[in-house]
């Protein structure tokens, strides 16, 4: 169920005066996302939370607007993009979903058309996910479909989001049957990556978005892997300058990509790595034992583990890799029963990456290099589960 509350009206403007006066000696970093006249900037800095108004005004959207957020993130930050929408002279109603996967479904779209219906938004209204990538693929499906589309703004508040959700336009929701099973493209008017938020993230969330972090440096960048390995100790630590420049590294690479393929007919499936068995594990526990990050680290290491048998990946990038992972704290391995490996496997079938029948795997020869569209027998698919399960 969602929950819908009128505006409120906290006083921030002093913090915001002294909050401007620190952020004119911090650094905003900008990257771009090409993609012609649908083109939009990607802001990482510390305190952007508090220039949402302006940030949005600049834009120049119309005055009434709808805040998608959750029940952890909104009594956290809700009050403060409020205000700074308020100060800007905008007309914000917040609309509060359950924290959670479970809330990337279905039902809760339509319980979010229904509440900006009955705040009267418009077609040229916007909307604005303030949380992590649950909020941003459920609000942004809302903008999607609402009116047959309305602008959105994603002000990324995990480190998941800051690094990949809230970039490149895909929005959608769950089935039953399987992830993002029904969604769309549909890119952000802005992207607001504000590092000040991710103080309030928990530890286990910060880590399942280093997966993702990871996951550039193994398809796409070997100087960012090797960076990583050096700097995790930092990164863990939340370490400002060092987060900023590689959630901006993050950034541009994921750019590059959506730039070359925003729909994902080519390059763009290897942001995909890890995410066959990935998605499969978070689809037969039912969206709930594991973090989506936590799903795609282990999904990761037994793509990485396909790789070595199929495309030579040598075996001291491959203990690399685990080892990164473990660094960072994350689940590299998987306990499953005989039953469940048969489930992990008709999961995976259902996966949006099934093309005529057949699963399709992103894999790596090399860190910093990635293959996508590679068939692997199913007998080697089960034996690395089988492997990971003895090992687990
Ligand atoms: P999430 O949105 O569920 O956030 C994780 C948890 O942290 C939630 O409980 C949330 O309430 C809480 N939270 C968020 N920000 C907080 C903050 N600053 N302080 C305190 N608590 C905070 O999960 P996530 O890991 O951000 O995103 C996972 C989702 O993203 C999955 O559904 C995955 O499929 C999706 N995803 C989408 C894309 C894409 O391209 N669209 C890419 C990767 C992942
Ligand atoms: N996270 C995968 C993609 O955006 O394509």
Redesign the pocket.
Known sequence: VCSCSSPKYFTFAHMTKKMSSNFQRRKIRVVDVQLGHRSYSIKVGAGLLSRLGKECAGLGFEKSCAIIS????AP??AAQAMESLNLAGFNPVLVTVP???K??CWEMVQACHEQIAKHRLERKSFIIAL???????LA?FVAATYLRGVDFVQV??????QV?????????V?LRAG??LV?AFHQPRLVLSDLE??????MR?FR??MA?VIKYGIVFDAELFNQLEQSMAKLLDQDTRTMAAVIERCCEI?AAVVWQDETESGIRAI?NFG?TIG?GL?AISS?GNY???EA?AIGQVAAARLSEKLLGLPEEEMNRIEALFQRAGLPTQVQLNEGQQQDLIAAMQNDKKVSAGAVKFVLTASIGKASFGCQVPNELVVSTLSRLRGTA
Not at 131 to 137: A, K, T
């Open positions: 959750d029940s952890n993130v956290l930050y924290a959670g996967e809330s990337k949380g992590g990538g649950v909020v941003g693929d942004g990324a508040t995990t480190l998941l989001a990949d959700s809230s970039v490149g336009g895909k929005v959608g769950n992830k993002n969604g938020t991710l103080a309030t993230l928990p969330e399942a978005g993702e994921k942001l995410h998605h978070e969206y973090l989506h990050g795609i």
